[in-house]
């Protein structure tokens, strides 16, 4: 007998409910059907039954789930082959500079500022965490969010607080970035280039 027949007919018989002529066959030899329960009682429990049933059977097969660390690597990731495609950021950082010139360093940057700039015009929306100009007198409010303003120097008694804006953050509104492809070795942020025939 399938296991999900036999399980079927155990809870029917536990719940005293009629089993079917096919079942009653491989009861033990000398052991009697239960008798059916009235009519009322039998349709409610027969329907619970049958959703139970009906949900084992038709549960889906179980996806694996992509963790959150994974999820935020691999969009990291995205983001920087982005910054290295279009800005090559990855090879200005790599690069030791002690042997150039500020002036090369400076043409150089230029280019690397330019199609990283770009990237972030397309893909990511950015507002100031903190309106204003650095330099402002700002009073930071009592219950702020540390992860959104960070005090620089001591903090004494209970916000508000009034200080020297230095720097007004920068918070992302709306992130754009492309669908990841399956398949492809997220790791590899700018492939090899190998010119043929030269």
């Not at 009906?54 to 690597?73: F, L, W």
């Not at 990237?119 to 930071?140: D, F, I």
């Not at 959104?148 to 004494?156: D, H, Q």
Request: hydrophobic content about 40%; aromatic content about 6%; some cysteine.
């Amino acid at each position: 007998m399938h296991p999900l027949l036999a399980f079927i007919y155990f809870w029917r018989m536990l719940l005293g409910m009629k089993l079917p002529a096919d079942a009653v066959q491989f009861l033990p030899e000398g052991t009697t059907p239960p008798k059916q329960l009235p009519q009322e009682s039998e349709k409610p429990t027969e329907k619970v039954v049958e959703r139970v049933v009906e949900k084992i059977v038709e549960r889906p097969a179980r996806v694996d789930k992509v963790s959150t660390a994974t999820h935020h690597k691999d969009g990291a990731l995205a983001l920087l082959a982005l910054l290295q495609r279009e800005g090559r950021l990855v090879d200005f950082l790599r690069e030791p500079l002690d042997g150039f010139s500020d002036g090369d360093i400076g043409a150089a940057a230029r280019d690397v500022h330019r199609g990283c700039r770009k990237v972030l015009e397309q893909h990511l929306s950015l507002e100031p965490v903190m309106p204003g100009a650095e330099e402002a007198k700002v009073s930071v409010p009592k219950g702020f969010d540390p992860a959104e303003i960070r005090l620089i120097g001591e903090a004494k008694g209970e916000p508000p607080f009034r200080g020297t804006l230095r720097h007004h953050g920068w918070r992302v509104v709306d992130a754009k970035l492309p669908t990841l492809a399956d398949g492809i070795d997220r790791n590899v942020i700018a492939p090899a280039e190998v010119e043929l025939g030269a």
